[in-house]
């Protein structure tokens, strides 16, 4: 089992560039989520999916869509990059969105935008 | 809205001494807690949770119990190894929500 992947692992953008990051997971799980991390934050929920055709916004939701692919995929889309948006991003998934359920995070994806 | 704080580090301590690293939250209803640890260059992997009041979990010598009388979560090892140098994040979940994460607390064990 690979858990979850990401790519690409590095980036680096020009402002107004677009780019799609994309995730996946291998343990047939339901839910999946983005975020993003930046020093002195923590993590923040950019969007997620409680099951396969549903999407819903986190706590900073604005820059960014997302599209759930299939069961597996959950990408996430700049349409025009800002210097704000330089952040690490973090793909997760869980079993489903039930209150225990453990989330299961990528490796992350270091973006830069000049 | 659900939030959790956990203490601002970063955090440095001997190899050997005790660690506790304070969590509280505010929450309705009955969340879940759980305490995650990103080593570096890597994600985030979950360390230990507990689901209900006066719950511990424990998971590679670390412990944290679920305080309800005092909203807490403090997470504790007695003996730190350098290898236990890691950001750490304490969180929660609350009916069908995703996680809310603290801010993370740096801890660096030194030899």
């Known amino acids: 089992n690979a858990g979850v992947t990401q790519t690409p692992k590095f980036q680096v953008l020009k402002t107004g560039q677009s780019m799609t990051l994309q995730c996946a997971q291998d343990m047939n799980h339901n839910s999946m989520y983005w975020y993003r991390q930046d020093p002195g934050m923590g993590l923040r929920l950019i969007y997620y999916s409680a099951s396969e055709g549903t999407t819903d916004k986190g706590e900073v939701p604005n820059g960014y869509n997302v599209s759930r692919l299939n069961k597996r995929e959950f990408s996430l889309r700049l349409e025009s990059a800002a210097p704000s948006q330089t952040s690490v991003y973090f793909c997760?998934?869980?079993?489903?969105?039930?209150?225990?359920?453990?989330?299961?995070f990528g490796p992350g994806t270091r973006l830069t935008v000049l | 809205g659900d939030s959790v704080t956990q203490m601002e580090g970063p955090v440095t301590l001997s190899e050997e001494a005790f660690l506790t690293i304070n969590c509280t939250y505010t929450a309705t209803g009955y969340p879940s807690l759980f305490w995650y640890v990103q080593y570096p260059g890597e994600g985030l992997q979950l360390l230990l949770k507990a689901t209900k009041a006066d719950d511990k979990g424990s998971n590679k010598g670390f412990e944290a119990t679920y305080r309800k009388e005092t909203t807490s979560f403090h997470l504790e090892k007695g003996s730190v190894q350098v290898s236990d140098s890691a950001v750490y994040f304490c969180?929660?979940?609350?009916?069908?929500?995703?996680?809310?994460f603290g801010k993370g607390t740096r801890l660096s064990v030194i030899a």
């Open positions: 997760a998934s869980s079993e489903d969105q039930g209150v225990a359920n453990t989330q299961y």
């Open positions: 969180a929660l979940s609350s009916g069908n929500t995703p996680l809310v």
